[in-house]
């Protein structure tokens, strides 16, 4: 059984165009179907079935600062032999001394992703690595923002704007996290601190063919709690009625919108049931065999 250490708390190798769940095709992305919007009435102008037929579900697996290379062998092995629902876009997030390891090691269809990069292409930045790096180990995708890097390491808004923009301009495709403390929850303030940490990263996209938006309740990450299914289509309802209103119609139907938090085998098919859930980010289950089934989580 396939249980690695974990520390406290996709399907081409790059970025693709959110594209039907239904009626996946290799050809280029079909026309967004058109549909009756007012644009500030409603969290959700368009018809679900229509705007959820834009956007492929999406899982991510955050390995965070977990393995070796004997146990992530065993791990990519399991997933390289698995039946995957071939209608997911996976990507796993390595560490950065395994990225070029992932990437030569799983199947192409499996994407991998850094899980950080700095905001410049090179200079005198001790211990960090550049999109130009990730991009030189093959790997086409970057996680950003992660609660972690927020509040152990301190990053700020500003920062993570300044990366968002730099790795989308080096071509990669950003995973781009947000999320409240269980404090902000608590007080009634979780639609502003997840405005606020949207605004920042929309305000550093031009592409938003290249990004998706994981919804990460910082009090949900590693501690075993999970928001509800209710509670994960509220936040991401309101999310995508905020992109409508402050982006545009388009990127709010074909934008993904995937959760993390404590996502399990047992829970996954209940949050993937949401209209506005697209898929999740996935930490401690990831290097565990229940993946598969958070994978399959659609089929």
């Known amino acids: 059984m396939l249980i690695f250490p974990t520390a406290p708390e996709a399907h081409t190798a790059g970025p693709v165009l959110p594209c039907s769940r239904q009626n996946l095709r290799t050809s280029t992305v079909s026309s967004p179907p058109t549909c009756p919007r007012q644009r500030l009435s409603s969290p959700a102008t368009c018809p679900p079935s229509a705007a959820m ?14 393995g070796t290379k004997e146990s992530l062998e065993e791990l990519i092995s399991t997933l390289n032999t698995a039946s995957l629902h071939d209608q997911t876009e996976v990507v796993c997030g390595a560490p950065s001394i395994y990225l070029d390891f992932a990437r030569s090691s799983l199947d192409p269809k499996i994407g991998v992703a850094a899980q950080n990069c700095y905001k410049v292409a090179k200079g005198a930045f001790t211990g960090e690595i550049s999109p130009a790096m990730i991009k030189d180990c093959g790997v086409d995708w970057v996680i950003l923002g992660h609660s972690e890097r927020r509040h152990v390491f301190g990053e700020s808004d500003e920062l993570i704007g300044q990366k968002v923009a730099h790795a989308l ?4 495709g950003v995973i781009a996290c947000i999320g409240e403390k269980l404090e902000e929850r608590e007080g009634g303030t979780t639609e502003e601190v997840v405005y606020a940490q949207t605004q920042v990263i929309a305000d550093n996209v031009k592409d938003w063919g290249k990004v998706v938006l994981a919804y990460e309740p910082v009090w949900a990450i590693g501690t075993g709690k999970t928001a509800s299914p209710e509670q994960a289509q509220e936040v991401h309802e309101k ?9 545009s119609d388009d990127v709010a139907d074909s934008l993904r919108i995937i959760y993390g938090g404590s996502v399990t085998g ?11 859930v697209d898929g999740f980010l996935v930490g401690g289950a990831s290097l565990k065999p229940e993946f598969i089934d958070i994978i399959n989580a659609q089929a």
Request: aromatic fraction near 10%; hydrophobic fraction near 45%.
């Open 53 to 66: 037929a834009l956007r492929r579900f999406f899982v991510g697996g955050n390995w965070k600062m977990n």
């Open 169 to 172: 301009e080096s071509d990669l």
């Open 239 to 247: 999310l995508r009625a905020w992109i409508r209103a402050n982006v």
């Open 266 to 276: 047992a829970n996954c098919r209940e949050l993937a049931s949401q209209d506005d």
